[in-house]
């Protein structure tokens, strides 16, 4: 059953219950980028990985499998982390592929893209005169960030992507942390992505502890597609109006700083 995000014991604190719960199995790891592994900043372009984090996801990758989940673009998302040894799954995991050389990749959502420019074309129109607005085109989906928009500029972005929704009942919106994020309605979604990753890559048995580390509302459907069987880790503060809502995650950290220090503890 879901929990409130302030009842999470901390992962930090419990590090040697999460030891004990890995010991003699293999572990692989899925993370998310934006507010996981580097802070929720106003623009996308900004979030800008530490180099401290690198080093620890690099070490981390040497050991396990480590798979980045992202909403962002599946090469913006490479390009961000800038390491070689992982896989990556952007745009909600609809984009995944591995290092150079791997087999494993997957596409999700490829005949929609003439009917997203078309959804690009209808959200500049409406939503340029509206100050504040950023339109991201992604190879799956577009995103709509309203994080600078002001007050009174908030209904006008929902009416907006309401209608849009309206007009292509074929889309669907994902809500994000200050972002309508509009793809393709399929049956697919990080959850999805995450338990193909594990069959793809023979992680699907039960030597295996798969661990997913997230902060967002759309990281909810691979911590609910890994209950029971693996590790789910919220990254947020427990205060923040923002992660107030129902979470099938086992645990949290408070900042993407913490979670650095989770991810060092598993890779040693």
């Given at each position: 059953m879901p929990r409130n995000i302030a009842d999470l014991p901390c992962a930090l604190e419990c590090a040697a219950e999460i030891a004990g719960r890995v010991r003699d199995k293999r572990i692989a790891v899925f993370l998310d980028y934006d507010g996981t592994l580097t802070p929720i900043?106003?623009?996308?372009?900004?979030?800008?990985?530490?180099?401290?984090?690198?080093?620890v996801v690099h070490a981390l990758a040497e050991r396990c499998?480590?798979?980045?989940?992202s909403g962002r673009d599946r090469g913006d998302v490479e390009k961000l982390v800038g390491l070689d040894n992982l896989i990556y799954a952007g745009s909600h995991g609809f984009d995944i592929a591995g290092p150079n050389g791997c087999s494993i990749q997957r596409m999700e959502g490829e005949d929609y893209h003439v009917l997203l420019d078309e959804v690009i074309d209808h959200l500049h129109r409406d939503l340029d005169p509206v100050e504040g607005t950023l339109i991201e085109p992604k190879k799956s989906s577009v995103a709509v960030h309203y994080r600078l928009v002001a007050d009174d500029g908030l209904s006008a972005v929902d009416a907006t992507v309401k209608a849009v929704l309206a007009e292509h009942p074929e889309l669907r919106v994902m809500p994000g942390k200050m972002v309508y994020e509009i793809q393709p309605r399929l049956d697919w979604d990080?959850?999805?992505a995450v338990l193909w990753l594990l069959e793809a890559l023979h992680l699907d048995g039960d030597d295996v502890i798969p661990i997913?580390?997230?902060d967002d509302v759309t990281d909810e459907d691979a911590f609910r597609a890994l209950r029971g069987r693996g590790i789910g880790v919220f990254v947020g503060d427990k205060t923040n109006p923002e992660t107030d809502h129902p979470t099938m995650a086992d645990y949290i950290v408070g900042t993407p700083d913490d979670a650095g220090r989770l991810l060092d503890t598993l890779g040693n």
């Open positions: 900043v106003d623009r996308p372009d900004l979030a800008v990985l530490s180099e401290a984090m690198r080093t499998p480590v798979a980045v989940v990080k959850g999805k997913y580390m997230g």
